[in-house]
Structure formats: structure tokens, C-alpha cells
């Protein structure tokens, strides 16, 4: 389906700000501001991905500056009291970094930053180095794709593979990324394979039917439509 972007090499940045393992955190925050992101990967020498460093683990160096020094001494344990005493990037991040292949699917990379709570993932390569991020804004890319686009490859490649031409008898209409499928099918137990591979489209929301069965040869009983 060559109009769908099904993997995290369609939709990823190329152009990355990284910063090493010996950054400074004042080189962190100046990075971050230059580049308008909210976390960096840190890389080492050969640009292998050994963590990410966010605002999250720069905030309690600021959170900890008034805090009481024997409510200090008694977190000492706790993570954020580390993080609040380092001052580069190795010590701050988060390691090992979440990270992703870019020839994942979206729905994989998807699932990764639900399950690990992450608001991106640095692309790399089978050796680890670094190849792109990929970021919630990039994966709801998809969801741009016009309703026509979204109908050419429904009829095309879901409609003309389940049902020999002509297929006059099913129509295909997209609203606001929901599919509607209206008209006669041979067989309404198909209805929830088509379902399921309309939703399987990127970039479709929703899908919906309003279609009946094939026209009897005998006389019956008028026949009813099929909704879902």
C-alpha cells in the first residue's frame, strides 16, 4: 500500500540535537532551549545512544535549592535527590534509553511510549546509533492524510482484493478520516474482516457500514439492512 506511511522511517526527524555523556547542565538547558525540545539523547563518542536526559531530570536541581538540609540528608536515597547533585549528562539521564528501529511500525512505536510513558524515542540503527526521534506529534501525522487518499487506497486495496470487479454494489465515502462502506455485499459475515482492515489503514478514525445482503433469487421477506 504505497500510500500509507506504515513505519517510523516515513514519519521521524532526521535533524537531532544530542548532547554527549560529559555535557554540562547548563550546555543541556541552552541546548534545549536552542532547539525548542523538551529531552535530548545522549550519545556516546561514536554516537551510540546510552540515554535520554529531559526537563523532568533537570527540574530537582531547581525543586531541591531550598529544600531543608536534613530533609536532604534523609532523601539521599531518592532518585530525584541524585539528580538534583549531578551537573552533566551522564549523570542525569535516563539509561538505557527507550528507543526504537526505524523500520518499526507506528503502531509498535506507539505501543513503546504508552508502556514507557515517553512523549518521543530516538530512531537507531541495528548497531544502536543514532538515526532520527520520532515524537507523539509524528506518529498522529497520519491522521492528516485527505479523506480522498484515505478512500482510493480502501477501495483500491481492501474493496478490490475481497470482491471480484465490478464492485459497483460498494460504495466508499470518507468524512473527517471515517470510512463509510454503503451498498450490497455478497456476504454480510465479511463485515468484520473489512472492518478490520479499513481500521488497519493509517490515518482512518473510524469506519462504518450501511449495507445489505445479496439480492434473493426467491421471492421473501424485504431485506434488512446491515449497520455497524
Same mark, same amino acid.
Given at each position: 500500500?504505497?500510500?500509507? @506511511? ?38 556516546? &563518542?561514536?554516537? /551510540?545512544?546510552? &540515554? ?12 531541591? /535549592?531550598?529544600?531543608? @538540609? ?30 526504537? /528501529? ?18 518521543? %524515542? @530516538? ?20 491522521? %492528516? /492524510? ?10 483500491? !486495496? ?22 463509510? %462502506?454503503?451498498?450490497?455485499?455478497? !456476504? ?31 421471492? &421473501? ?8
Amino acid at each position: 500500500m504505497p500510500n500509507t @506511511p506504515h513505519i517510523v522511517g516515513d514519519v521521524m526527524t532526521k535533524t537531532v540535537a544530542a548532547v554527549n555523556r560529559e555535557a554540562g547542565f547548563k550546555e543541556i538547558v541552552e541546548t534545549m532551549e536552542r532547539w525548542t525540545v523538551s529531552a535530548l539523547p545522549v550519545l556516546a &563518542g561514536d554516537r /551510540r545512544v546510552v &540515554g535520554v536526559v529531559s526537563e523532568a531530570d533537570l527540574l530537582p536541581k531547581e525543586e531541591f /535549592r531550598e529544600s531543608d @538540609p536534613e530533609r536532604l540528608e534523609q532523601l539521599r536515597q531518592v532518585d530525584d535527590v541524585r539528580r538534583a547533585e549531578a551537573v552533566t549528562a551522564g549523570e542525569l539521564m535516563t539509561s538505557p534509553a527507550h528507543t526504537v /528501529r526505524a523500520d518499526a511500525t507506528l503502531s509498535q512505536a506507539a505501543r513503546v511510549m504508552a508502556r514507557e510513558s515517553v512523549k518521543r %524515542l @530516538p530512531v537507531v540503527d541495528g548497531h544502536g546509533l543514532l538515526r532520527g526521534i520520532v515524537s507523539r506529534a509524528d506518529l498522529l501525522k497520519v491522521f %492528516l /492524510r485527505s479523506d480522498e487518499d484515505l478512500a482510493e487506497e480502501v477501495r483500491r !486495496d481492501i474493496v478490490g482484493a475481497l470482491f471480484a470487479p465490478p464492485t459497483r454494489d460498494l460504495q466508499v465515502t470518507v468524512a473527517d478520516g471515517v470510512v463509510t %462502506l454503503s451498498g450490497r455485499v455478497r !456476504d454480510t459475515a465479511l463485515i468484520p474482516v473489512i472492518a478490520r482492515l479499513v481500521r488497519s489503514v493509517e490515518g482512518v478514525v473510524d469506519v462504518e457500514f450501511d449495507v445489505t445482503g445479496p439480492m434473493s433469487v426467491s421471492p &421473501g421477506p424485504p431485506e434488512m439492512g446491515w449497520h455497524a
